[in-house]
Every structure is written in structure tokens, then in C-alpha cells.
């Protein structure tokens, strides 16, 4: 085991466009949510919130929500503290921090939700059931996890650390390990827990614009734990950078209107019964 991988949240934030839009592709299914009382808003949890700016748009869609993220990130959540507060609507931002694998939900919820996060957390799907409990009946966890560990931006890099000249010096922390399962497996283990679920895919043909932003993408994502890793040692950073961008200027050319950088995602969507 080794420690977690420090975030860039400047770097994380390059592509928000792109990053943001599955998310909103989540929040577009997720239904209205049960109300506690009348004049009690909505209270959501938001797992590995990140920078906080997806947080920010569940206050747009739920004006009186109590809305906590929780992120194990303390560059992150310093990051998100800008948006923390009561929000115009009469609601409230907050962040806190948290592993979500040991995250026990300390209130009832009436959404739970998580976006690009739970891809770090092994063995998740172990926690649905204490996630599935802690909503009202009513209430809704939607997840939101890459499934693009198979494509060449993270085979490559896979492959990279484990040659010979890197894998002594990385051991295990470029290779990724995969956590996600397919939709299919998320529909199974949430409707065991009794949710009516929803679960899909898609890939998102991404065009990227400017010079190496594929290898600016991951630098954002899963280039972390070698970054991280790599820290003290900015020669070498520097080296592993450049093989990197080479091979991924090969698997991902230019093309006329910039860099394709197709990525697939998966969705599920659990509504505990009412
Ligand atoms: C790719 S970012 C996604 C951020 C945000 N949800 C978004 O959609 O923009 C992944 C986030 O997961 C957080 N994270 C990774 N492992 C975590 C864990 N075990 N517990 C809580 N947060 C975690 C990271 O710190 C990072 O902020």
C-alpha cells in the first residue's frame, strides 16, 4: 500500500468543460428528490467533490439543499472552500474531509451522489449497502465512474511503468488498478439492495484543442500517482514525461480540428423505493 496521490486542482480544472459534462448527463436522470418536511431542503452528499465546482451546479438544481462534499484531497478541498456557504437559494455548500471508503453517512440523505471518484476506492460497491440505508425511502445514489482503463492513455502508461527502467523506481504506482465494474455489474449489486436502478454507458468523442492534451488531460488524473511519486525528483519527472508524450502523440495524432481523445464512462442511478 502506498500513500494517496497529491491533487492539482489547477491542472484538474484544464478540462472542466469536458469533465463536467457526464456530470451533467448524471444530474439530467436523477429525479426529484423526497422532502423531509415542508420547508426542509433536500440534504445531499457529494463523495470525492473534487474542486468543488460539480458540487456547486447540485445547488443550482436544488436551491435549498445542505449540500456536504467530502473529498480525502486537502489541495482539493482547499480548492473547493470557495464555494462553501449558504447558497442564494437558502441553502447550504460545505466541505469536509473524508475517505469515502470509510465514509459513514452521519445523517439521512436524500441523494448521494459521486462523479469521476469512486474509480480510486477500492471495492466501493462494498459500501452499498450503507449508502442504500442511509437514504430516505424516495432518495437516489448516482454514481458516475470512467470505464476508460483499457484505452491506450492508460494502457500506455501502464505499459511504460512497467519497463524495466521504470518499474524499479515506480513500483506499483503508475499501474492502475481497476475498481469500476461495468453497468451491467452496478445494476446487479443495486437492485440485490432492492433499488429500482438505471445503468449505462457512453463514450464521449472529446476533441481536445492545443499542443500534447491528452498527456495534459491525464496529468490532471491518473498521471497523479507518478507525479506524486515523482515529486522529489523533477529530472526524472521530466524523462518520464517526455516518453509518455511521445507514445501518446503517436496513439492520439492531431487531426484537423484538434486531438480526439474518445472516452467512455459509466453510469448508475439507484431510487430506494418510497
Ligand atoms: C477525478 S476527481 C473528481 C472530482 C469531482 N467529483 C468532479 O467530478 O470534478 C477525483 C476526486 O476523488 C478524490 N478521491 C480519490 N480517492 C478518494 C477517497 N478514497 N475518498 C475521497 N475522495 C477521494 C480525489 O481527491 C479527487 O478530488
Known sequence: MHSAPTWDPQQYLHHSSHRTRPFLDLLAQIPELPTAAPGVGPRIADLGCGP?????????????AHITGYDSSPEMLARAAEYAGPTPGGGQLDFQPADAAHWDPDDTYDLIVSNAALQWVPNHPESFPRWIDALRPGGTLAIQVPGNFTSPSHALLGELCDTPQWRDRLGDHGRRFVHILDASEYLTRLTDLGCEVDAWETTYSQLLAGEDPVLDWVKGTAL???????????????????????????????????????????????????
Do not use: M, Q, S
Open 52 to 64: 468543488g465546482n460539480v458540487t456547486a451546479l447540485l445547488a443550482d438544481r436544488w436551491p435549498t
Open 224 to 274: 497523479r500517482p507518478v507525479l506524486t511519486e515523482l515529486a522529489d525528483d523533477p529530472d526524472a519527472a521530466a524523462e518520464f514525461l517526455a516518453e509518455y508524450r511521445d507514445l501518446l502523440r503517436k496513439a492520439y495524432p492531431p487531426g484537423p480540428h484538434g486531438t480526439v481523445f474518445p472516452f467512455r464512462r459509466i453510469f448508475a442511478l439507484a431510487h430506494k423505493k418510497g
